[in-house]
């Protein structure tokens, strides 16, 4: 698939965070063997994949169309991913997002973290996804296989979760 692609890199001290908005096909295995291989000397890493899910409560997905203000969501991006690097010891973390049209079953973002030990790696993850999920500007519209489309907003859930990271430090 052609489209845009927009890759930025953060450094903080001996540990760096990339960022990509893609209009791609998110490839996670592929996606974890780059990481990999940058995130050398690390004991553990971590990674997340979501994907477009194929059925609402009421009825089965046709597509999810995600749009995004790149450099707004881009910067948004930057400072969690600069937050994380602050309180974690991370070697690296990547956030690969994919914007446009996608299709069930398709990934839509790929998370990951590195860093010596595994706790500080899930958390790292945790909370970046947290801040993806309630605070990154993305519009998202499901359209139904009726031919109806709806927002999606964060659940109340997905608050309570991202809530957590401003009253704890890694």
């Known amino acids: 698939m052609s489209g845009i692609s927009r890759e930025s890199q ?18 996670p ?26 059925q609402t409560p009421s009825s089965a997905v046709s597509k999810l169309h995600l749009q995004a203000y790149s450099p707004m969501t881009e910067r948004g991006i930057e400072t969690a991913c600069a937050d994380a690097l602050e309180r974690w010891p991370l070697t690296a973390a990547t956030v690969v997002h994919r914007i446009g049209n996608m299709q069930p079953g398709e990934t839509i973002v790929f998370v990951a973290t590195a860093t010596a ?54």
């Not at 953060?10 to 791609?24: H, M, R, V």
């Not at 996606?31 to 979501?50: K, W, Y």
């Not at 790696?121 to 109806?148: C, I, P, Q």
């Open 10 to 27: 953060i450094s903080g001290g001996t540990s760096s965070a990339t960022i990509e908005l893609t209009e791609n096909t998110i490839d």
């Open 29 to 54: 295995a592929a996606c974890l063997d780059e990481f990999t291989l940058r995130a050398g000397g690390a004991g553990a890493v971590v990674s997340f994949a979501g994907l477009v899910r194929p």
């Open 117 to 170: 030990h595994r706790r500080a790696a899930f958390e790292a993850a945790d909370f970046l996804m947290d801040y993806l999920k309630t605070e990154a500007v993305f519009w998202k519209k499901e359209t139904l296989e009726t031919g109806e489309e709806v927002w999606i907003e964060p659940r109340g859930e997905d608050y309570t979760d991202r809530q957590r990271w401003k009253t704890t430090k890694g």
